[in-house]
């Protein structure tokens, strides 16, 4: 089964993310010069010299999983409806807003995240934060 994650954003935001990722467009070029092999830094250069003068030009990137046999279930949704609109800090957290015990959120957590649908960041105090980048998901059958 191809399952593809949609995330839309304003050029903006990719420019936020883009100075993430190489801390400056000198960097950026920097590496070029060093890689010239790697086709991504030129199109990251492209990208980011274009919405740096069109902020707010809609962006769409999508993420494409292959999953054979997809077990999700309607509470696996409804987590990530409230990881991606509530917030959570933790995994802890998360149970505590879905009103379920840490040893059933836990795994199901885990499971996403192996799959794909979630990215667990560094949150406080060495927990991990369940994070969802995307604003919708299409399955191909």
Do not use: C
Request: charged letters at 35%; a positive charge; glycine letters at 2%.
């Amino acid at each position: 089964m191809i399952i593809k994650l949609v995330r839309q954003m304003k050029g903006s935001e990719l420019v936020e993310m883009l100075k993430e990722k190489y801390g400056s467009m000198d960097n950026l070029k920097r590496l070029m010069e060093k890689d010239p092999k790697n086709v991504l830094y030129p199109l990251d250069l492209e990208d980011w010299l274009y919405h740096l003068e069109h902020p707010d030009a809609e962006v769409k990137q999508s993420e494409t999983i292959f999953i054979k046999d997809l077990k999700i279930n309607m509470s696996d949704l409804k987590m990530l409806d409230i990881i991606k609109n509530q917030h959570p800090t933790s995994i802890r957290n998360l149970s505590y807003i879905l009103h379920k015990d840490l040893k059933t959120v836990q795994p199901r957590v885990h499971k996403l995240a192996e799959e794909g649908f979630i990215k667990l960041e560094p949150g406080p105090k060495n927990a991990k934060k369940p994070v969802v980048n995307f604003n919708k998901i299409e399955i191909e059958i």
